[in-house]
């Protein structure tokens, strides 16, 4: 990745407020979908 698509990607991450709240308002800053990966992580289905 480029250091200026590194640069955008954080930035569109702040604007979403990534890492802020408190409790259930908390917006982790890196979430599983954010990395590529080789096949070992997975998401669980919901009841829905």
């Known amino acids: ?15 979403e407020d990534r890492g802020s709240g408190i409790d259930s308002d908390y917006k982790p800053w890196i979430r599983i979908q954010d990395v590529s990966s080789l096949g070992r992580s997975h998401r669980l289905k919901g009841i829905k």
């Open 1 to 15: 990745m480029s250091k200026t698509k590194r640069l955008s990607q954080i930035e569109k991450w702040i604007k």
